[in-house]
């Protein structure tokens, strides 16, 4: 059982890059991602490599699929998401565009990982199994394991995730019954901050792991870069307890308050965005017995999808945040003032709810 992170620098920060990246491997992290999409983070990339020689990197595409040539002499695995592929180059079929990717994944020795995330699945199949997220994640991943086997590459790893860890065990489960063969990478994704994000990560990888489901792990903890190692030791301690049948009870997350954060990556554009996710925590701390979701997000790349099904959510960008409520934008902010208007939607909602009851 493989742990794996992924850094939370700047990947054009080649210094700051290398250096998690061994922060990361002396936790025992077995791979490591770097996110990129534009030609300078290429270049870095390059860089970063010939400082990180004998270590297993993954990169992310992100929403610009076009860079895997770049990028593929200097990395051992690539990670598309097939809920991006129709950003560019719209007049190509997904066929087409997973084809060029298998293509260079062939020509350089790599592995893929398909990844699909609750907050960007392809519009195609969250128009077919309209009400039914879950159906959609599941179908898109069977859809690209099949592509990938009508194209002869069997180098392949799924990932399902969903910050909400009931869903993300059962799309799991759903998933190995249908392809019980293919490799599946776990994750609860915005898993947030400690010690509930340890608690939400738990919830699933226990009774996954358990079932035998998960080969590789990845405990995604919003974390300030020098204790980013944290999440790998979670990671093999989770793994260790299944292993010994220390299985830990948790709460019911659903009874209450439940903040949603994003671990925080190379994508993130302020890292004020950590300490703001933990002023939320202490903010909304008067609001611990109401069934509210917020989330709180540090990149334009999710942000804007993953914030849609909460009740209140955040996206933070270089230098303001984006209040939203559910899927309506309520304005800009800047980070010393949002908290404020924060306050005011959390309290309009427990006031709306408790006049509606």
Avoid at 86 to 95: F, V
Avoid at 234 to 259: C, K, M, T, Y
Avoid at 278 to 286: H, I, R, S
Wanted: proline residues 4%.
């Amino acid at each position: 059982m493989v742990v794996q992170s992924m850094c939370a620098t700047r990947t054009i920060d080649i210094d700051a890059t290398v250096a998690q990246v061994h922060q990361l491997v002396e936790a025992r992290a077995g791979i490591v991602r770097i996110a990129l999409d534009s030609e300078k983070e290429v270049a870095a990339l390059k860089e970063i490599r010939a400082q990180t020689r004998g270590i297993t990197l993954s990169v992310d595409l992100q929403e610009n699929y076009r860079v895997a040539e770049g990028v593929a002499p200097y990395v051992d695995k690539i990670r598309y998401n097939p809920g991006h592929l129709h950003h560019i180059e719209k007049s190509k079929t997904i066929p087409q565009k997973v084809r060029w990717l298998v293509d260079i994944a062939k020509d350089n020795d790599l592995a893929i990982r398909i990844g699909v995330n609750c907050g960007s699945v392809a519009p195609v199949f969250l128009q077919k199994y309209s009400g039914d997220q879950l159906a959609a994640i599941v179908e898109s991943a069977v859809y690209h394991c099949d592509l990938l086997d009508e194209m002869g590459f069997d180098r392949f790893v799924v990932s399902l995730k969903d910050s909400d860890p009931a869903k993300v065990l059962q799309a799991n489960q759903s998933f190995s019954a249908r392809r019980p063969e293919v490799p599946l990478h776990l994750g609860v994704t915005e898993a947030g901050l400690p010690p509930e994000g340890i608690i939400k990560t738990r919830i699933a990888f226990e009774k996954l792991l358990a079932q035998h489901i998960g080969d590789t792990i990845r405990v995604s903890l919003t974390l300030p870069n020098e204790r980013k190692h944290e999440e790998v030791d979670v990671g093999h301690r989770i793994i260790e307890d299944v292993q010994a049948g220390r299985f830990i009870s948790v709460p019911d997350l659903g009874a209450g308050l439940n903040i949603i954060s994003c671990p925080s990556c190379s994508r993130v554009e302020n890292e004020k965005f950590v300490e703001l996710a933990q002023q939320v925590k202490e903010l909304t701390a008067y609001a611990g017995q109401h069934r509210i979701t917020i989330a709180v997000m540090g990149c334009r790349v999710n942000g804007p999808g993953e914030t849609d099904d909460a009740d209140l959510g955040l996206w933070c960008g270089p230098s303001t945040v984006n209040l939203k409520r559910k899927d309506r934008k309520l304005g800009n902010f800047g980070y010393d003032e949002v908290l404020n208007r924060l306050k005011v939607e959390v309290d309009r909602l427990i006031t709306a709810r408790a006049a509606a009851n």
